[in-house]
Nanobody, 118 residues
């Protein structure tokens, strides 16, 4: 069964850090592009970051560049999103998703809540 499970969300104060994990089962993250997408209340989904299977290149939305880092551990079949210097506007449900390079994300996790407030 193909599955993604996110973990690591929580509540932090502005300036704090969290590391989200996306554990895969039923397939190898090494061979798929994995993305982190977030959705804040009342807003559309926003792609935050992704890591490619072909060359492990990474991309980030401008608002998180320099603060977030995506990485992949093939041995653990897990993709991470390290989030530093968190801001209230980072508050959202964060999803990880997988897809073939150049294609749509077709496998999604259930999401993990991140709340940044003082």
């Amino acid at each position: 069964q193909v599955r993604l499970v996110e973990s690591g969300g929580g509540s932090v104060e502005p300036g704090g850090s969290l590391r989200l994990s996306c554990a895969a089962s039923g397939f190898s993250v090494e061979y798929y592009s994995i993305g982190w997408i977030r959705q804040a209340p009342g807003k559309e989904r926003e792609g935050v970051s992704c890591i490619s299977s072909s060359d492990s290149s990474t991309n980030y939305v401008d608002s998180v560049k320099g603060r977030f880092t995506i990485s992949r551990d093939n041995a653990k079949n897990t993709v991470y999103l390290q989030m530093n210097s968190l801001k209230p506007e980072d508050t959202a449900v964060y999803y990880c998703a997988a897809g073939v390079v150049g294609g749509p994300y077709d496998t999604w996790g259930q999401g993990t809540q991140v709340t940044v407030s003082s």
